[in-house]
């Protein structure tokens, strides 16, 4: 009896403010009910977008990291060419120069033989690297490949004939020779 008694109290205190509480639930529960594939929709379209925020925010520290590469290469890149690196240029024809490709021996053009690990070489497209015995075979190959867009380091090793010879000669249809081939040294 004394739980009829609470109720009946609480209903004389608050009765007049339950009734339109009541029926603002029922109303917003009846809106929620109708409207629940939209609410879904939007919940999911909410989603979506985070998803495509996360991965923005990920291709934007993608880039920066690959932009924070780029310039310490570039550094690399125009330390070796101030340092006088060794210009390489195509067995075949030693008048062509030829690109350094990572793995690749490059030989000496004098002798025929490999040119020695710790070599530092250099082409007139930007690129260099540093000569080293990865396999233990005696031979030493391309590593550390370093890349510089600046021409006037390019410039410090290569006239600007050469590099303009060497532009003018390497069409798409030579580059494969001049890739393909073991690089000299100049």
């Given at each position: 009896?004394?739980?009829?008694?609470?109720?009946?109290?609480?209903?004389?205190?608050?009765?007049?403010?339950?009734?339109?509480?009541?029926?603002?639930?029922?109303?917003?529960?009846?809106?929620?009910y109708v409207n629940r594939d939209t609410l879904f929709q939007r919940?999911?379209?909410?989603?979506?977008?985070?998803?495509?925020?996360?991965?923005?925010?990920?291709?934007?520290?993608?880039?920066?990291?690959?932009?924070?590469?780029?310039?310490?290469?570039?550094?690399?890149?125009?330390?070796?060419?101030?340092?006088?690196?060794?210009?390489?240029?195509?067995?075949?024809?030693?008048?062509?120069?030829?690109?350094?490709?990572?793995?690749?021996?490059?030989?000496?053009?004098?002798?025929?033989?490999?040119?020695?690990?710790?070599?530092?070489?250099?082409?007139?497209?930007?690129?260099?690297?540093?000569?080293?015995?990865?396999?233990?075979?005696?031979?030493?190959?391309?590593?550390?490949?370093?890349?510089?867009?600046?021409?006037?380091?390019?410039?410090?090793?290569?006239?600007?004939?050469?590099?303009?010879?060497?532009?003018?000669?390497?069409?798409?249809?030579?580059?494969?020779?001049?890739?393909?081939?073991?690089?000299?040294?100049?």
């Amino acid at each position: 009896m004394s739980d009829n008694k609470a109720l009946r109290e609480f209903i004389e205190d608050y009765g007049s403010n339950i009734i339109p509480a009541v029926g603002v639930a029922i109303v917003v529960g009846v809106g929620v009910y109708v409207n629940r594939d939209t609410l879904f929709q939007r919940f999911a379209n909410y989603n979506q977008v985070q998803a495509v925020a996360a991965s923005a925010s990920h291709r934007t520290a993608v880039l920066e990291q690959l932009q924070k590469e780029a310039e310490a290469s570039a550094a690399i890149a125009e330390q070796r060419y101030a340092a006088g690196c060794t210009k390489i240029v195509a067995t075949r024809d030693r008048t062509k120069f030829a690109v350094i490709q990572e793995g690749f021996p490059v030989l000496d053009s004098a002798t025929g033989g490999t040119v020695p690990a710790g070599a530092v070489i250099c082409d007139p497209t930007g690129n260099t690297a540093v000569l080293k015995d990865i396999d233990g075979d005696g031979i030493a190959e391309a590593t550390a490949l370093a890349y510089t867009g600046k021409k006037e380091a390019i410039l410090n090793v290569y006239s600007q004939g050469e590099i303009d010879f060497f532009n003018q000669t390497t069409r798409p249809e030579q580059s494969a020779e001049l890739t393909d081939s073991v690089p000299a040294m100049w």
